[in-house]
């Protein structure tokens, strides 16, 4: 939403890009507005940080209406949430469908131990200062702005995302991380949910089809 209106896509032009009717734009861009504390949308553009945004999935979310239910009323309850299970899951395309519009998505995966600060400074938009310590930058770009900020695959760096995470959670309230991870983070304030595995359906054709060993009874 935030990048069309900086390239000063008019309503219907993001209603049309994003799927949306244009009542639902109208409203989304009036209450980003409001929390921005402008007047207008190219004051708008300029006021909020351009973050990384959450990936478009290209594949329907399917299932996972019970995670995805107790994952909102965490987010809502918890500024601190972790999505724990082993790799490929499904912990990745659970937070990427829950986290609201505009939230901001750092994928760790190809980030090396010793790089974690700079990847969520570059996820936010932070232009690194000469003499200002990079995590100070952080914190001084979210301040008090409201958000979400989502840090995927932390599994191999937990111990540098942990004490970053633990700094922004105290030095700015309006920013409520979605952490996911093979490991919790170990921070007081985490919330955990277990990922379980998608239960396994057989297929029509597969539950029809007779066992080894026994051949199928036919009426003659």
């Known amino acids: 939403m935030l990048a069309a209106i900086g390239e000063h896509q008019t309503n219907a032009q993001i209603a049309e890009r994003l799927h949306l ?25 300029t006021a909020v940080p351009r973050w990384v945004a959450v990936p478009w999935a290209a594949s329907s979310f399917v299932g996972r209406a019970t995670e995805r239910t107790e994952l909102l009323t965490s987010l809502t ?45 570059a996820a936010i938009g932070v232009v690194e200062r000469q003499g200002q310590p990079l995590t100070n930058a952080i914190l001084d770009q979210l301040g008090d702005q409201a958000g979400v900020l989502v840090v995927d695959n932390c599994e191999h760096v937990n111990d540098e995302v942990g004490p970053l995470v633990e ?18 983070l170990g921070l007081p304030a985490e919330r955990t949910l277990v990922v379980p595995p998608l239960a396994r359906r057989r297929s029509a054709r597969a539950a029809h089809r007779p066992r080894a060993g026994r051949r199928p009874y036919v009426r003659s």
């Open 167 to 184: 700094r922004i959670l105290a030095g700015c309230p309006g920013i409520t991380v979605l952490a996911t991870s093979r490991e919790r």
């Open 77 to 121: 309850q918890n500024r601190l949430v972790s999505l724990l299970g082993p790799g490929g899951v499904g912990k990745s395309r659970l937070a990427m469908e829950v986290a609201p519009a505009g939230a901001a998505f750092v994928d760790l995966v190809p980030v090396r131990a010793g790089f974690v600060v700079p990847a969520v400074a």
């Open 21 to 45: 009717s244009i009542r639902t734009v109208e409203s989304h861009v009036s209450s980003l507005l409001r929390k921005a504390g402008v007047t207008d949308r190219r004051s708008l553009a």
